[in-house]
């Protein structure tokens, strides 16, 4: 069976909305992006919808990708320093000749809204909020939250990035699930997917899985996406699921409509608790 996020997409927006409007601080989102890179401009786009629903202000930045390390610190250190900022979100990748850790782990952590200083994944540990975390792994939670009782679950995370499988290995396991993360180097992936009630994958190769047995009632959240003949798939190929006895949640139209909407919550927090 589909699942769909429509549902929890619009109560988390009218929430969040609500939250928003009921407070007397204006709330305003910086964001930076470099170069014309076609998936940090989508999430651009993205970003400019969902804070124009939610009532928050971007204050919007382009630099050509031939730009300095120098001016983009710059430019960073006026925004960490900037008290009516309250979230700082730099678009990846970055179009850079330079490693982009010397970018992102310069964004202020009370700042840093999609969790992309490796100093902010401090808050995996000191705040079950989980403000300021990867975005795409908070998401994956709170959908999974939404929908099931996380306690006692087997769960398989195939990802082991900083923005995906170590975040979320965290979260799962302190909402008492028992989880396993496997990686490209893991063997026999195929093989221990029928083990879990729930699977969760982010390789990022178009229908790589494709004849595969699942546990009973499985949950399936596809997190992968990547394009091939100028289209976007997922990690799974879909055609050989609709005869499974599982529930599976698509990478298109899934997980990814909520990132924008956790970036500008965990703005609007951060202007609620850092009082700016």
């Known amino acids: 069976m589909k699942l769909s996020i429509h549902e929890i997409y619009d109560k988390f927006n009218k929430n969040l909305k609500k939250q928003i409007k009921s407070s007397d601080k204006k709330i305003i989102l910086s964001t930076i992006r470099v170069g014309d890179n076609a998936g940090a401009k989508s999430f651009e786009k993205s970003i400019l919808r969902e804070a124009g629903k939610l009532g928050v202000e971007v204050k919007k930045s382009f ?19 900037d008290d009516s900022i309250n979230g700082i979100l730099v678009f990846t990748p970055l179009d850079i000749d330079f490693d982009p850790k010397e970018i992102l782990n310069n964004i202020d952590i009370s700042k840093d809204v999609d969790g992309l200083n490796i100093k902010s994944s401090q808050n995996l540990y000191m705040d079950k909020e989980y403000v300021n975390v990867p975005t795409t792994a908070v998401a994956t939670l709170f959908y999974l939250k939404e929908t099931i ?62 004849e595969i047995e699942f546990k009973k009632n499985a949950i399936l959240i596809d997190l992968g996406i990547s394009s091939e ?3 976007y798939y997922g990690d799974f190929d879909y055609t050989y699921l609709e005869d499974k006895e599982i529930s599976y949640l698509p990478s298109l139209e899934g997980i990814g409509r909520l990132n924008a909407n956790f970036i500008i919550r965990n703005t609007y927090l951060n202007g609620v608790k850092n009082d700016r």
């Open 63 to 81: 630099f050509e990708k031939n730009t300095s390390k120098e001016e983009l610190l710059k430019y960073l250190i006026e925004q960490n320093n």
């Open 149 to 210: 009782d996380l306690k006692g679950k087997d769960i398989l995370i195939i990802n082991r990035s900083n923005i995906i499988g170590k975040p979320l290995f965290n979260m799962l396991i302190d909402n008492d699930a028992t989880v396993t993360v496997a990686h490209s180097k893991t063997k026999n992936i195929e093989d221990k997917i029928k083990d879990y009630d729930i699977v969760i994958s982010a390789i990022g190769r178009a229908n790589h899985f494709k």
């Open 229 to 231: 003949g100028g289209k």
